[in-house]
């Protein structure tokens, strides 16, 4: 186990205390600490860059120098600043002003999105809502049914093509399912589509046409947090490519340290909204920037 980045710099800086202001080679001392910590936590190596340096510069400032406990207020600005990187609050979903609220799932396959689709309708469910899943993932061998068995779990209907009509595209079945969601009353729409396992143009392409036809309200990234430095990479492409509102962090319930909520949020901009952790179909949370700062920190 790595030892914590909180003890590294209280070891780092044990000795200081009230003696005004840090010197360089402490402030160096301190940046090392916060970087080698970040880069194990998978922290993209520009995004750890420009976070230590963010802290080095308030290490030397006056909240530093006065404290009486330098080491504590290090880690206090390290938290504070992973938290604000983190996005600060945590960002809710928007929902439509008049018709269904469309979500769109965009993601790797494997990245958990058959599983994420059915714990939001979940979600969704006890805050009153009447989500419609719609299974428009006709590329993997089983997804469908694999909807088909979660939405059954969490008592949610699925729209999917019809058995016997051969496989449909899945532009058509997303268009459709908004029209199914009016005429039964679905409040809200969640699309789930197809991934493969490397970025891909025929997959890109596939979901742009999905998001044009259905007009989403949210797309969601949905991105495996064990995949750790391919999380940006992978990011970006879907930026690029299909374009999103938001990220879903999956499987935190393994032992990433997050360090990719860090990283996306940073190059992205775009804001981590929901936490997957588990195979459960109540393993599932809003984001909370403050604890993924004390996971990458403690
Ligand atoms: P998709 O290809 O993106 O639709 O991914 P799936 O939803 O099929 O998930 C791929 C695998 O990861 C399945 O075996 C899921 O049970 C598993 N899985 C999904 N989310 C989580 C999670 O949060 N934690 C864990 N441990 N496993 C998950």
């Known amino acids: 186990m790595f030892a914590t980045l909180s003890d590294r710099l209280n070891a780092t800086l044990k000795n200081l205390r009230g ?23 998978d922290v993209a ?14 290490a030397r400032g006056e909240e530093v120098s006065q404290a009486l406990n330098p080491a504590q207020q290090v880690v206090k600005i390290v938290n504070d600043e992973l938290v604000t990187i983190l996005g600060g609050e945590t960002r809710r979903l928007r929902f439509a002003k008049t018709g269904p609220t469309v979500i769109m799932l965009a993601g790797l ?9 059915a714990k939001l309708a979940l979600w969704l469910r006890e805050q009153g809502k009447t989500p419609l899943l719609v299974a428009c993932d006709l590329q993997r061998p089983n997804a469908v049914q694999q909807l088909q068995v979660n939405g059954a779990k969490v008592g949610v209907p699925v729209f999917a093509p019809e058995p016997g009509n051969g496989v449909g595209d899945p532009v ?33 392409k596939q979901a742009a046409g999905i998001r044009d036809a259905v007009q989403p309200d949210e797309v969601l990234f949905v991105v495996d947090a064990m995949i750790g430095q391919d ?15 938001g990220v879903v962090l999956t499987k935190l319930d393994g032992d990433a340290r997050g360090g990719a909520a860090l990283s996306i949020r940073q190059v992205t901009g775009r804001p981590v909204m929901f936490a ?9 949370d809003v984001f909370h920037p403050d604890r993924m700062a004390s996971r990458i920190l403690d």
């Open 231 to 245: 999380a940006l990479v992978t990011a970006q492409a879907f930026l690029d490519g299909v374009g999103y509102d």
């Open 276 to 284: 997957s952790s588990g195979e459960k179909m109540t393993d599932f």
């Open 45 to 58: 190596l520009p995004v750890v860059k420009d976070f230590v340096a963010a802290v080095k510069e308030r």
């Open 19 to 41: 003696k005004g202001r840090l010197s360089e080679a402490d402030i160096d001392a301190t940046a090392r600490e916060i970087r080698i910590a970040l880069l194990e936590a």
């Open 172 to 204: 058509s079945v997303a268009r459709a399912s908004i029209e199914e969601a009016k005429r039964k009353l679905h409040d809200v729409v969640i699309v789930d589509t197809a991934g493969r396992l490397g970025v891909d143009a025929e997959m890109m």
């Open 109 to 117: 396959q494997g990245a958990g999105k058959t599983t994420l689709a």
